[in-house]
Structures are given as structure tokens and as C-alpha cells.
């Protein structure tokens, strides 16, 4: 297959998994990228070949550039010592141990690629352990323990994974001149990656000097960053290129404030094309994985030397291996630690196992056991290798299902685990590892509390002039505000409905209700045409269908919204096609009953909460307010029905968006001087509204 088939091809798949990852959010999105992956290599034969050298450039230098940018110094700064040690040691002791239990398992591997086996399987997934602190009830200290090391571990696992698959295909290993290379090669990497990073720093300031102020520009330098680093360190001076990139990344991470004074924008541009780039990188990864899997599959499921029984014991084994050492590990730890205050011996187990568990393998694992050679040195073909690709494989899955079925188990929350390079990733900050202090607001809290704000603020500005542009805006916002709340709800537990979306379905089927009985009493005075009652009743019966799905997970009556709403735009667009006198009529008439019947829900809602028995309920006023603007809007949008939205309704438009706007920043002071929200929380809400800012100039940029 042609490369850019199968780019396209890949990013297609990316997107799909996406998709099924939104209805389905408690199954990663990973492990639906693997599905689909192996679907289309097994239904369409395709293939991918893949190549060493190209494949840890493109994969491996961006994403641990990445992490490294992301790494938080304050917390874990403070444990560099233990950070380290877990991040060297276990992984040798997991490459030690794991090597020769994977060689007494599989006597056909040679030792060096059982050792080379287990160093790629050593390492963690960052994102997936940081998740796991929304779950697991860890001490901070081994949460930023087991956290930093995921961070770093993936340098130690791929050196050692490339000594083990050097002695693998060459059949010699020296203990003294693997010392001796492990020494250069790490301790010239880290010192080129920093030298050579801060080369870069100089040359973008000198730039920055002379008036090169591009961001565009500057966001493509950085992007190229880590490929250039990890060529020159690699080619050039045969030092590790995975060690390089990382620290470069570190170094990046600590003199971005630098260019701030130069293009305050820059950070914006730059996190936000980091999140794409490593959301591309990491899902093609195990996209790949999957389509690799046939080939794994069809030469160990055809070896005479073992059963496909066997073969999937053997990945069950492994990644029991693998858990017990990190669960032995951190109990140690734990012991240790808290010998003048020691905890209970049931409770340090439990964190043990916690941590074991959260050591999902991810994208690093996969692109270097998919690096590894197909042939040795003699040129004869390399032992083993799709049983190595289908462990690692294996692992790589039964570690996230084992872990989204254990965790919950353990800590009786329901949060999906998150993987480096997933939709929900952020941009780190310096102190994304720190406890969140209970009296603040939480993300979801911050935002409808901001706009509110932003609407009260139009709802201020509001008059006859620029009534259908506020209203419109109004409505955008109580859209955004649906959103969150649904996405909130999706993550609570149980089939109960939270109080609001109760207390909104309550009131909005007696303002159906409403809106019914005028229809009814509009066909029966004779005042609209069998047709329009017709109409009428298709409008009604989707709304009823809406109400339906309020607060209910995916299911055909969804899908019967959709149908609904598709063919009501289908005949919206064959009605204007209609020029003639009689089409003319009857939407004047539908314009009239549906103002009607908005006016009549409405008044239906008013007189329910007029009523004593419902005064003493005290319904949400924000519910009430979001049901009667959805009223208004509906009939300002008859009365300018035929009307284009002309040049004045634009400009009124764009003035209002720029209040609100600066209403929802002031909000955020407000919350911030009032100690409500963190810094880091305040500066991803400022991050949004500059993105919307930013969107306004480009569209006002546009329409000149």
C-alpha cells in the first residue's frame, strides 16, 4: 500500500474509533484503535511495512519529547532520588527477572530477546497512572513516585530493550562493554539533548531579536525539535537519541516562559498542536498494532511449538509477572518509608496492587517491539519474533481490561482510564500532580458558573434592535451548558437523573403540554389548515422523542431523533425551493401556529408555577430561564423567517460575543480572588477564551 493511502487510511480509522469512543467512554479509546486495526487487516488484507529507523524517529523522539515538555518539577523534583531509582532500577530488575521467566516460558527465545522483551514491556504509560489518581486512593507521595517514573522510565526500557535485541541479533554481549556503553550513551545523550536544546532556545531568542515574530513559524521549529535532536545525537555521535529528546523535552518544558514576552500567543498555538500531533501519533500506533496482529497471530498460531492455549496463558503469565514485581516493588517502598508510623499491612497491599495495576503499557511498548528486526546478523530470520509481537500485544491489552475491571473493583469509582495522547488530555502544568484541594471548583463548575456570567451579561444588553441576535447567542450558550451537564451526568453512577435535568424534564412536558393543547384548539376553531395540524404533530411528536432521551444513555431512540430531524431539515430545504403563492401561505401560517404555540407553552409554564403546591418546590430558576429564552428564541426565529441575517445582525452579533467574553474573564478573576479555582484551572479557562477571541478576529478578518 502506498504511504499516503495508508496515512489516509489511518488517520479514517482514527477518527472512527473516536466516534465509537464517545458512545462508549469506559472502554479506551486505544483498545478500540487495536479492534480496528486488526478488523481492517483481516477483512481487506492490508499491511503495513515497518522499518526500524523510521519508525523510532517518527513514533518514539515526538511522543517522549512530549512527555518530557509535560514533566511537573515542583512535586517531583523533590523525589528525584527514589524517581530515578525506580525509573533505573526497577526497570533492570523487571528486565532481569521478567527476561528469565519469559526464557524458562518460551526455552525457543534466546535469553537476550527474553531480556529484550521484558526491558519494552517495563515501561508505563504516563497518562494512563496520572488517570489513575482521579481513582485510586494513593498516597501523594507514591502517586508522585510511581507518576515521575512513568515519566522517565521509557528511556531506561528502550536502551535496555536495544542492548537486549543488539546481543539478539549478533549473538555476542559483554557485561563490561554494556557498562561501559550504557554510561556513554546516557550520559552523552542527556548532555547533547540539553546542549543541544538550549542551542535551539538561542538561536529562536536571536530570531525573536530581529523581529522574527511569526508563530506559525515558530510552532513548526519546535515541532521538528525532538526529530533533529535525536538524528544528530543518534547518527552523529552514537549516543542515545531516547535520553537526548527527553531532557531536551524537560529543558523546553522549563524555558517556555522565555517567549512569552515576544508572542504571548505562542503557548496557545504550541499545547494546542502538541494535543493533535500526539493525539495522531499515539492512536496510529495501536491502529498499527492491530493490523500488525495477524502477522503475530498467523506465525505463532501455526508454530508447531506452541498451542494458540498456550500462547495466550503465556501473555496472562507475563503480565502477572510483570504486576507482581511492580506490587513487590512498591510494598517494599511503602515499608520502608513508614517504619516510624507504619500502616496496616491490608492497606499497604491494597496501594501495591493499585500501583500495580496502573501500570498500563501504551504507545512505547508497542513502537519498539515493532522495531524489533525481522532478520540477525547471518541474515537467517530473527527467533521468535511474532510470538514477541503477540505478547507484547497481549500485555498491552490484558493490561488496560484488567485494569478497567480491577480499579473500579478496588476503589468503587467509575473513571475511564486515560492514555497518552487521548482526547481528554491536557497541556501539563508544573503542578498537574497535586492534590486538588476540596473546597475548590471543579472544571464543569468553573464553566457554567462562567456562562452564566456571559449570559446574564447579553441578557443585559438585550433590546428591541439586537433582540434576535442576543437571543441566538443566548442560545449558544445554553447549548454548551447542555453539553457539560450531560457529560457530567454520563459519569455519575446509577440510572437516577441528577435534580436539574428531573426538575428541566418536569417543566418541559408541561410546557409541551401546553403548546399541544393550542395546537388542538387552533384545528378546531378552524383557524390552520389540516396540513399545518399535521405539521404540527410531526413538530410535537420530536419533541417528545428529545424529552425521552433527556438523561439516558445511547439508544434507537436517539437514532429516531436524528431520523426526525434530518427529514424536517429535508423538507425545510424542499419548501424553499417552492416559489408559488400557495407554498407562500402556508409557511406564513406554520410561521403563526408555531409562534402560537411557543407563546402558549410559555403561558402553560407560568400558570404550573404559579400554582402553591409547585411554589414550594422552588424550582431551578436557571431551568426556568433556559425553557422560556428556548421559547423566545423559537418565536423571534418565525418572525424573521425569509429574513437573511444581514450585516447589522453580524456586527450585533460579534458586540455581544465580545461582552460575553469579557464577562466570562472578569468571572474568572472573580473566582480566582475569591480562592474558588486554582491557578492552573484559570489559566485553561483564559486558554478558551482566547481560542474564542482568536476565532472572532479570523472570522471578522474573513468577511472584510
Known sequence: MAIIEAVILLVMLLIVANIIGHYVPRLPVSLIEIGLGLLVALLFSVEIPLKTDWFMLVFVAPLLFNDGRRFPKRELWALRGPIIGNAIFLVFV???????????????????????????????????????????????????????????????????????????????????????????????????????????????????????????????????????????????????????????????????????????????????????????????????????????????????????????????????????????????????????????????????????????????????????????????PFPERGLMLFIAAGVIIVSLVMAIIFIPILTKVRTPIELRGTAHEEASDETALVPVDDQLLSEFDAKIYMYRVAVAAVEAQRHIENNRAALDLIAEYQLMMRRFENQQNEQTEGDELPPLIAEELILRQVAFEGERQKLETLRSDGEITAKTYRRGKRKLRQKQIALSVIGSNFSWRHVQLMFYRGLTMLKRLIARLKTSQKSTAALTEWRTTEKEMAKAGIKQLSYFLKQPENRQHHYNRQVIYQIIIRYRNQIENMKNIGHTKTDIYEQQLQKLRIKALTSERLAIQELLEQHKISWELADELRKDINYAENALILADTDTE
Open 94 to 380: 523487571t528486565t532481569l527477572i521478567g527476561g528469565l521467566a519469559i526464557h524458562l516460558l518460551v526455552p525457543k527465545l534466546p535469553l537476550a530477546a527474553s531480556f529484550a522483551l521484558a526491558a519494552i514491556l517495563s515501561p508505563t504509560d504516563p497518562m494512563a497512572v496520572q488517570s489513575i489518581s482521579e481513582q485510586a486512593d494513593l498516597p501523594p507521595r507514591v502517586l508522585h513516585l510511581v507518576s515521575g517514573e512513568s515519566l522517565i522510565n521509557d528511556a531506561s526500557g528502550l536502551i535496555s530493550f536495544k542492548y537486549g535485541i543488539a546481543a539478539a541479533v549478533t549473538g555476542y554481549f559483554s557485561i563490561q562493554q554494556a557498562a561501559g556503553d550504557f554510561l556513554y550513551i546516557s550520559i552523552v545523550g542527556a548532555i547533547a539533548g540539553m546542549l543541544l536544546m538550549y542551542a535551539i532556545h538561542f538561536i529562536r531568542l536571536f530570531m525573536l531579536q530581529q523581529g522574527i515574530e511569526d508563530v506559525v513559524f515558530h510552532t513548526v521549529l519546535q515541532l521538528i525539535t525532538p526529530f533533529v535532536i535525536y538524528l544528530v545525537v543518534e547518527d552523529l555521535l552514537h549516543a542515545s537519541g531516547v535520553i537526548a529528546v527527553v531532557v531536551a523535552g524537560i529543558i523546553s518544558h522549563a524555558s517556555r516562559n522565555i517567549y512569552l514576552d515576544y508572542l504571548p500567543e505562542l503557548k496557545l498555538v504550541t499545547e494546542q498542536t502538541w494535543s493533535i500531533g500526539v493525539y495522531l501519533l499515539n492512536g496510529l500506533v495501536f491502529l498499527i498494532l492491530g493490523i500488525e496482529l495477524p502477522v503475530a497471530m498467523r506465525g505463532t498460531v501455526h508454530s508447531p511449538l506452541i498451542n494458540t492455549g498456550e500462547e495466550i496463558l503465556l501473555v496472562l503469565a507475563v503480565w502477572g509477572i510483570l504486576i507482581l514485581i511492580r506490587t513487590c516493588w512498591t510494598l517494599s517502598y511503602l515499608l520502608y518509608t513508614n517504619k516510624s508510623n507504619p500502616k496496616q499491612l491490608k492497606d499497604n497491599l491494597k496501594i501495591s496492587v493499585l500501583s500495580g495495576l496502573s501500570g498500563v503499557r501504551g504507545a512505547i511498548t508497542m513502537a519498539g517491539v515493532l522495531s524489533v528486526p525481522t532478520v540477525l546478523a547471518d541474515g537467517s
